[in-house]
């Protein structure tokens, strides 16, 4: 047993032997079936408040208990017949590379503490339990290695911990590696128990039941039209009421049946009340016993939101201190992340001798890594957020000089161009400097040499090694396009910097046709996320559309008006309704050259606007099948990773179809798109933090992680989620029993779900552009025609 300094374990002399040594437990064998049924009474818990959320799997459900498994370890978790079972098809090479494991609870200094649990599986193993620290330096704070059968067995032990407290302790079962016997393996716990006199369990907060009449939780603008649900099996209309926060009448209805609604597996009724425009705060939906969330109506219901939204690309700088008086409140202030960026190595792989100064720019996710793939799209978003205000729109001072709450709020520029040049100076660090092997090509990303966990180290103290990664085209075509991007959009206001940034997005463009097919690697996710594409001729039309948008230079005109994407723009993604992802971008350009005065001769941007409005015609069409009026559908019965983000990036298209026709059906489809955002939908959830009765509360984040360590704070308003996505990658979805999900309701949210409920630029990028469109539009709307 290997046993830190500061633990002092108790155990039963006369089974030390019978354990083969392991000395921290007490073993009595109990009679049993096969691993597949076991049997017997359950055993009493030790004396004391139980720290763990689930010791019985009674319920069918092991949350929170997960599995972990490190390449090239491999398996599943179930519960059957009343006990979790981890099926590990292979072992790994480490024996934490195969377990099982339950976080969400403190160990305190002083306590002493009883550990029971049964265990089996279905052939003779080895296994490593142990209560300690869930990361780096992984110390342990009761620990041991021991034998198993294909016969249930109560183990028993106890301990008194002498360190510090640790509020991010976990309770681990280890099976892999040598300590497993063969593969494929079934390793069986039941009735686990982790006890301290001194420990009161709190309440259970279990969720409560969902409204079954599902609105927009933040609101709806009185001119435009106002659609809700009710979750109910009645074939026949039903009556509904409009209530006012005092509880009157002030409008009444009745519902239209819909039927099965196929993405969210919910029998709806239409709703319809339109027809309320008096402005106000508390109303409610009634559809007999069933009443809503509360909800406003009037025209500034997403002025803070496109305000919050854009805060949370300051939240996430990296290399520069988070200030209170930015950030509104001390819990999210931080000293500066990453200082160490300013000189950054090549990783081992990307055949390069350098370092670079990589400081500063934005942290992508959840995580603490930099890429340039999705930093593309993130900052183009921005800088396109800009230009449509500006050429389009008519509220681009709202952006203006101390409007928004970063340190640049004083320096007579657009706020809007501060944040966003943050970012961009990040990404011309990342090219190959002149001299250098494919110099002029860029670095697909930077980002730590492996995964950091949640709740540990917030970015100021993050000890862990950080590489530069080998070059792609696709980064270097992101470079070119948003360089070029900005350099027609900083001219006005420094034209230094523009020069700066159009020579190199030259320069990148220049590398990648003399590179044209330098791929990020798939396998590349030791750290961070690979952001492989290896279809690049759309970042291709992308880039040449922003260089001659701003050059005007024939070279790029040729380009663009040869690739296939200069005539029609994308409307999928493979199968996934959508016209633009870090991945798929050729809309990007067209969007630009549509956008700016003179890009084009006036018939071919009037061709290039007209190709927006037949995408929205696709979106419209999607959103008057859906139940929940969705510009989106599952495609093979499935959506993807981030599907919020899909339905952002079409309402995209919605709006500027919009501004291109000044059809009232294009706004009432991004006012369609925002609705299923902010709590019009199967889980009843707003999908953006701060906004909303149900709004999100944990999403995962390094820092924002006070569900997982309440020393670190929870998330601040305008953060918005990547929803449901039927994959359910992550230990924490799959143990919450999501399998088999329909589309629509594969979410949970909770900071370990990262492939439900992470957070990122390119997601929080279209919510701020909506919001701000919305806040703009939504108030000149005309009122609806009566039905």
């Known amino acids: 047993m290997k046993q830190m300094s500061h633990v002092r374990s108790y155990f039963s002399l006369a089974l030390k032997a019978a354990l083969g040594g392991f000395a921290a437990f007490g073993c009595s064998a109990q009679a049993g079936t096969p691993a597949e049924s076991p049997q017997g009474a359950v055993e009493p818990p030790p004396a004391g408040g139980n720290l763990l959320k689930n010791s019985t799997f009674e319920t069918g459900a092991s949350l929170p208990w997960m599995t972990s498994f490190t390449n090239p370890a491999t398996g599943e978790a179930v519960v059957e017949n009343g006990a979790l079972c981890v099926a590990v098809e292979k072992k790994g090479s480490n024996p934490w590379d195969a377990q099982v494991r339950h976080r969400e609870m403190i160990v305190q200094k002083g306590h002493t503490y009883s550990v029971k649990f049964k265990a089996w599986a279905d052939k003779p193993t080895k296994v490593r339990p142990k209560v300690g620290q869930a990361g780096p330096p992984y110390g342990e704070y009761w620990a041991g290695t021991l034998d198993v059968t294909t016969e249930p067995q109560t183990f028993e032990g106890t301990f008194t911990m002498s360190a510090d407290d640790d509020r991010t302790a976990e309770f681990a079962f280890h099976f892999g590696g040598n300590l497993a016997s063969a593969e494929p393996l079934k390793f069986c716990i039941d009735d686990v128990y982790l006890t301290d006199p001194q420990f009161t369990p709190p309440p259970d907060a279990s969720r409560a039941a969902l409204p079954n009449v599902r609105v927009n939780q933040v609101g709806y603008y009185p001119g435009l039209a106002k659609y809700a649900v009710a979750v109910n099996t009645a074939t026949e209309p039903l009556d509904w009421k409009l209530l006012a926060a005092d509880g009157k009448e002030v409008l009444a209805g009745k519902t239209k049946p819909l039927g099965m609604d196929a993405d969210s597996g919910d029998t709806l009724h239409a709703i319809d009340f339109s027809a309320a425009k008096n402005e106000g705060e508390g109303y409610v939906l009634e559809v007999g016993a069933d009443k809503s969330y509360p909800f406003t109506i009037g025209n500034d219901i997403y002025k803070d939101v496109k305000y919050s939204a854009l805060a949370y690309f300051y939240h996430n700088r990296s290399g520069i201190e988070i200030k209170a008086e930015y950030v509104g409140d001390a819990k999210w202030a931080r000293p500066a992340g990453h200082l160490s960026d300013k000189e950054v190595p090549c990783a081992p792989e990307a055949q390069c ?27 183009w978003t921005m800088l396109n957020q800009y230009e449509r205000l500006k ?6 001072k709202d952006f203006g000089d101390g409007k928004l709450k970063i340190p640049e709020n004083a320096n007579q520029k657009n706020d809007l161009l501060d944040e966003a040049r943050w970012q961009m100076e990040w990404m011309l660090k990342m090219q190959v400097p002149a001299g250098q092997k494919m110099a002029g090509m860029v670095h697909h990303k930077m980002h730590d040499k492996e995964w950091t966990a949640l709740g540990m180290k917030p970015p100021t103290q993050a000890e862990m090694l950080r590489f530069l990664r080998p070059v792609s085209t696709a980064a270097t075509l ?3 396009a948003t360089a070029a991007q900005a350099a027609r959009i900083y001219k006005p206001v420094d034209g230094a910097f523009a020069a700066k940034c159009l020579k190199a997005a030259e320069t990148a463009y ?23 594409d290896v279809h690049v001729d759309d970042e291709f039309y992308w880039a040449a559309a922003e260089l001659y948008a701003t050059t005007k230079k024939p070279a790029y005109k040729t380009d663009l008006t040869a690739s296939k ?22 809309a990007l350009g067209t969007i630009s050259l549509a956008t700016v005065p003179g890009a084009l001769p006036k018939p071919e941007q009037d061709a290039l606007r007209q190709q927006i409005v037949g995408a929205a015609d696709k979106y419209l069409a999607l959103i008057a099948k859906q139940g929940y009026h969705t510009p989106f559908a599952s495609a093979g019965g499935s959506y993807p990773w981030g599907s919020n983000s899909f339905v952002l990036n079409n309402a995209i298209i919605l709006a500027l179809a919009y501004d291109f026709s000044k059809d009232q059906k294009y706004l009432q489809g991004t006012v369609e798109a925002m609705n299923y955002i ?7 959830q707003s999908y953006v933090t701060g906004y909303g009765e149900n709004a999100l509360k944990h999403p995962h984040h390094r820092f924002w992680s006070h569900q997982v360590n309440e020393q670190f704070p929870e998330a601040p308003p305008g953060a918005v989620s ?29 900071s370990e779900a990262w492939s439900v409920n992470e957070i990122t630029i390119n997601w ?24």
Not at 353 to 379: C, E, P, T
Not at 391 to 396: A, P
Not at 511 to 531: L, M, Q, R, S
Request: negative net charge; hydrophobic residues 35%.
């Open 353 to 379: 001798d350098y370092k670079l100064d990589v400081s500063g720019g934005w942290y992508d996710a959840g995580d603490h890594g930099k890429y340039v793939v999705n930093g593309g799209i993130s900052l």
């Open 391 to 396: 050429d389009l729109g008519s509220t681009v």
């Open 478 to 480: 992101n470079l070119a």
């Open 510 to 532: 220049a590398a990648a046709k003399a590179n044209p097919a330098v791929f990020a690697k798939k396998e590349d996710t030791i750290g961070g996320g690979p952001y492989d």
């Open 565 to 586: 994407y200069f005539k029609e723009i994308s409307t999928k993604e493979g199968d996934v309704p959508t016209s633009m992802t870090w991945a798929l971008t050729d």
């Open 678 to 684: 902010f709590g019009l939908n199967p889980m009843v």
């Open 722 to 750: 990547g929803g449901p996505n039927s994959s359910i990658q992550d230990p924490y979805a799959k143990a919450a029993g999501l399998k088999g999900c329909k589309p629509q309701k594969c979410f949970v949210d909770h």
């Open 764 to 787: 929080n990028a279209p919510l701020a552009w909506l919001a701000a469109f919305l806040d703009e539009q939504g108030p000149k709307a005309a009122p609806p025609k009566a039905n």
